[in-house]
């Protein structure tokens, strides 16, 4: 590995005013849906039928968007709980699985049922849900994702592994930068949002990656 590290160090402002204005785009989105879908009954044209079904799978999928990359925007409306790691990773497993086996990859979950540490649990399965994507976007055929944790000097560790296209040195150097992606469809908005939460729970995340061979994702959260 070419050990070039990233730490969380992305509290960008564009970011901070991305996530709040998002915040205020979710209710006319709604609303608009909702008089789209009104509008579709009552057309008879059934191309214009079809405009309106486009528009509302696009509006949805803003909303994807939003709600994927940006919910983070009010932490005040965080709960914060104790969280068994397990537990969480059963969650994501179920998300995640189903998307992996489309693509003929396979993921191997190593997380001990000890572990504990201080967060929201939406938050905390977004950060790996967004890299698990990244992942999953980066690999070829036989891909695997492996991923384990343990507790280390009163911090759980969580390493995230992909045989994956990987990096090189400028990309690493870019990671969590907003708007930063090399994807057709990419928003490069994943990783500024899990930096961000990273953060916001006292964690660390750094990033190790081989162009060719795969990327490692090393996070840390102090144990609770
Ligand atoms: P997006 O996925 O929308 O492009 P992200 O912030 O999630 O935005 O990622 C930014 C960029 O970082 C990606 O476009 C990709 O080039 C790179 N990247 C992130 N994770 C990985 C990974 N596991 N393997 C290879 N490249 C990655
Ligand atoms: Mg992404």
Redesign the pocket.
């Known amino acids: 590995y070419n050990l070039k590290i990233q730490r969380s160090e992305k509290m960008d402002v564009i970011g901070q005013l991305a996530a709040s204005v998002a915040h205020e785009v979710r209710n006319p989105l709604q609303v608009s849906r909702g008089f789209l879908q009104l509008l579709g009954e009552r057309l008879v044209d059934e191309k214009a039928q079809g405009f309106t079904k486009v528009a509302i799978e696009e509006l949805d999928r803003a909303a994807e968007i939003i709600k994927n990359y940006l919910s983070f925007a009010t932490p005040e409306l965080d709960t914060i709980s104790r969280l068994n790691l397990a537990k969480e990773f059963a969650h994501v497993e179920q998300i995640i699985v189903p998307f992996a086996d489309t693509q003929g990859a396979r993921i191997e979950f190593n997380v001990p049922s000890h572990l504990h540490l201080h967060g929201n649990d939406a938050k905390l399965k977004q950060i790996f849900i ?2 698990m ?3 999953l ?2 690999l070829g055929e036989s891909g695997v994702i492996r991923i384990w944790a343990f507790e280390h000097q009163g911090e759980i560790v969580i390493h995230l592994h ?1 045989n ?4 090189d040195e400028n ?1 690493l150097q870019r ?2 930068e907003p708007y ?4 057709v469809n ?7 949002v ?1 930096f961000r939460i990273i953060e916001l729970m006292n964690g660390k995340l750094e990033f190790k ?1 081989e162009k060719g061979v795969g ?1 490692e ?1 090393i996070i840390r959260f102090p144990a609770s």
């Open positions: 967004n890299m994507k990244n992942s976007e980066a992909d994956g296209e990987g990096m990309v990671l969590g930063f992606s090399n994807k990419g928003t490069g908005l994943g990783l500024m899990t990656s990327t994702a």
